[in-house]
């Protein structure tokens, strides 16, 4: 074809020209690539959830799974519950604020509602009871709400009728929801015109803490009132939720956080049609909040499949259309933040939250990044919000319905996942249901049994940690914070102290008693509502309906932690025996020969002793042994790292290892490498004490290093 030629539809046949190889073909030209390796034994891998994921997926693999024809809007929800997703209104830009004093709160909340956020999300304060005079239930990680005047305070300012929440009031729902609706009618607003959810989730609140300060009847019969009351009052706002944060914190997989999910919103409509409000409801108030891992596509499935599993349940239940689609929020997980080179938590939420607006989500937190450490400040906040905002309006998320839909890879995901949870799901039923499974201990011990899991791959360096188990940064200055916590919770303590004795000295203390009273009586939130009016606050108002009984629920409690903990710790005691010695442990590392040689060997010393916080030598390489044993001598090290080209062992190690010994009896010598049995054994009774590979336990290694060479010691 001349250069000059016009490229037109009739003249091309490109594809003609390429025939379509066969999977098999695509196979052998694979195991080629891998010199004659098998493929499924090296490309094929395993997830914690028991999927085995394949390295090439085809259209064949699809074809079997039912509803991949369905459009958005459409039965079972696989991709998404709006027939144009996110184009006529995008996912709520939901961010929590998490300021214990409301004043502080409310000019947070104002300044970021005029800056991109689109939901007011706030979170009360976690600690058991609302008190703000008892500083044992004071918690710097959300608003402290005692009052209404609390409630004035938080929401000054802003109109709920036009403003959507959300809003996490933790064990207190209850009385947070009749003095929020308190407030709505003290400001002449609208409970018809509140939209958002005030979500109260007593079996997320009892794997949270471990135990519930009321009978699960109890908190089923305060989320009844207020359910029944909502559907009168409040038609669009939600009245019930289901997290699953506890689950995935503590390590869980996405098979557990699905099953787990259905099952307790499956329990949640049951017990709620046995106080007599109908499946449609009760569906159309649950919503359901998620953590987001980074795991991108594994996270993308797990919305769509949880769509699929709720749809089904509540149809088969005979709920209505509507009431079938599930409403998600869902925030990026604590579970992958770290607290050392936090910056690369803005990275990681960005995937995660990525991962949620692909999957379909109805509103959005996105943590910020120096979540681990303390409060966020407003810089931190800023970058958190602008990650959703940048999402939506520069990469044009909004913009296609669904666009996971028809990757071979996320169909095979989905269904793959949808699958397993059902299973799981089925042993929870067989066990009598969420709220009997959790007594007798069966998801925390699934739970257990893949956090185990989890972390012995973390340990392994198997599962990777950026600036954590692998590339730490030594030399970061540590982030801070702007917020001194203990004078936070001094402050609102105090601030809430001058306002309830100013409320309660103008309010006659009979009328409260007649009002409390009428309250204890008939828990309706129509009485609480005109006790909080006249000066009752919400610990009173719990008070006087929490009967304490034996029948007050208590589970064996879930281990919360981030995966990036134990090696952290190991941080952690370095810059400690840094602050008393004034350096960090020293290693002295041998490097015998040119480093050319042996290079990869010393890049991978190097960064192993750095996840320890250990300040490497930084001498390039010794030309005999003799001139490493006199760098040595003039060195701080406890600890000595051999490395040399492995041909060079047997005349290197045997030698060394004995002359370091006779110089300092008490060093610690590790040799790079791992070699047969009979040279390990060897080099051992030469003095060698252990082996550094990329087998080992990094974190275990570590520890023992650390022992050794006097930090831990040190550092009690």
């Known amino acids: 074809m001349s250069t000059n030629s016009k490229i037109t539809e009739s003249n091309i046949h490109l594809l003609e020209d390429f025939p379509t190889p066969a999977y098999q073909q695509w196979r052998e030209v694979a195991e080629k690539t891998l010199n004659g390796a098998n493929l499924d034994e ?24 039912p509803f991949l024809s369905t459009l958005p809007g459409n039965f079972p929800y696989l991709r998404g519950t709006n027939e144009i997703g996110n184009q006529h209104e995008p996912w709520k830009v939901s961010q929590e604020l998490t300021y214990s004093d409301p004043e502080e709160f409310n000019q947070a909340v104002r300044n970021d509602l005029e800056k991109g956020q689109t939901m007011l999300h706030l979170v009360l304060d976690e600690k058991r009871w609302i008190d703000p005079l008892d500083q044992e239930k004071v918690n710097s990680r959300g608003v402290i709400i005692a009052s209404l005047q ?128 109908s499946i449609d409801d009760v569906a159309m108030r649950i919503g359901f909040s998620f953590s987001i891992g980074s795991n991108l596509f594994m996270e993308i499935a797990k919305f769509r499949a949880a769509r699929m599993l709720w749809a089904r349940i509540v149809k088969e239940l005979g709920g209505n259309d ?34 949620g607006i692909i999957g379909g989500v109805n509103s959005l937190h996105v943590s910020p990044f120096d979540e681990a450490i303390g409060p966020p400040n407003e ?46 799901f089925q042993q929870i039923e067989n066990l009598g249901g969420m709220y009997n499974s959790l007594i007798d201990g069966f998801p925390q011990e ?6 185990e899991d989890r972390m012995n791959k973390i340990k392994s360096r198997n599962e990777k940690i950026v600036g954590t188990n692998i590339f730490p940064n030594l030399d970061e200055n540590p982030w801070g914070t702007d917020v001194n916590i203990e004078q936070v919770q001094t402050r609102g303590k105090n601030d809430e102290l001058n306002n309830i004795n100013h409320l309660n000295s103008n309010v006659e203390s009979a009328l409260l008693q007649d009002l409390l009273e009428k309250f204890t009586k008939n828990n309706s939130i129509e009485n609480a509502i005109q006790a909080v009016k006249a000066g009752v606050t919400m610990d009173e108002l719990l008070q006087a309906m929490c009967v304490t009984t ?153 520890v023992t290093l650390q022992i050794k060479g006097g930090i831990r010691e040190c550092t009690k």
């Open 42 to 65: 090296n490309l094929v891998s395993d997830t914690y959830e028991g999927i085995r994921l394949q390295p090439l997926y085809r259209l064949e693999d699809i074809k079997k799974y």
């Open 150 to 277: 609390d409630i004035h305070k938080a929401f000054k300012d802003i109109n709920t009728e036009e403003v959507p929440i959300y809003i996490e009031p933790g064990i207190s729902g209850f009385p947070f929801f009749a003095t929020f609706m308190a407030h709505i009618i003290q400001q002449n607003q609208s409970p018809k015109r509140v939209r958002g959810c005030i979500g109260i989730d007593p079996i997320g609140q009892l794997v949270q803490k471990g135990d519930l300060p009321f009978s699960i009847n109890q908190a089923y019969n305060m989320m009844a009132e207020i359910t029944k009351w909502s559907m009168k009052h409040s038609p669009e706002l939600k009245t019930i939720v289901v997290k699953t944060h506890p689950y995935h914190n503590a390590g869980g997989n996405a098979v557990q956080e699905l099953a787990f999910a259905i099952a307790t919103g499956l329990e949640y409509l049951r017990t709620m049609e046995n106080h007599q409000i």
């Open 322 to 355: 509507t009431s079938q689609k599930m409403f998600i929020h869902a925030r990026t997980c604590v579970w992958t933040k770290t607290i050392h080179d936090p910056y690369v938590n803005i990275l990681r939420g960005t995937i995660e939250a990525f991962g």
């Open 379 to 424: 810089f931190s906040r800023r970058i958190a919000r602008n990650t959703q905002l940048i999402l939506e309006n520069e990469a044009n998320l909004s913009k296609v319905t669904d666009p996971a839909g028809g990757s071979w890879y996320i169909e095979t995901l989905t269904y793959s996942l949808a699958e397993k949870a059902w299973e799981l």
């Open 446 to 451: 699934t739970v257990a049994a893949t956090a």
């Open 550 to 702: 034996n029948m007050n629920p208590s589970v064996r409690r879930f281990n919360f932690h981030r995966a990036a903990e134990p090696f952290e710790s190991l941080r952690e005691h370095a810059e400690k025996y840094k602050h008393k010695i004034g350096y960090l442990p020293k290693v002295f590392v041998a490097k015998i020969g040119p480093v050319s040689t042996y290079k990869h060997h010393a890049d991978f010393v190097t960064e192993f002793l750095k996840v320890g916080g250990f300040q490497v030598s930084q001498h390039e390489e010794y030309q005999s042994n003799s001139e490493a044993l006199h760098a040595f001598q003039s060195s701080k090290s406890n600890i000595v790292v051999i490395l040399c080209k492995e041909e060079k062992f047997p005349e290197v190690v045997p030698s060394l290892a004995k002359r370091l010994k006779q110089c300092k009896s008490d060093v610690t010598i590790l040799l790079a490498g791992y070699p047969p049995t009979d040279d390990r054994e060897r080099y051992m009774k030469e003095g060698v004490d252990d082996f550094i590979h990329s087998k080992i336990n990094f974190y275990e290694k570590l």
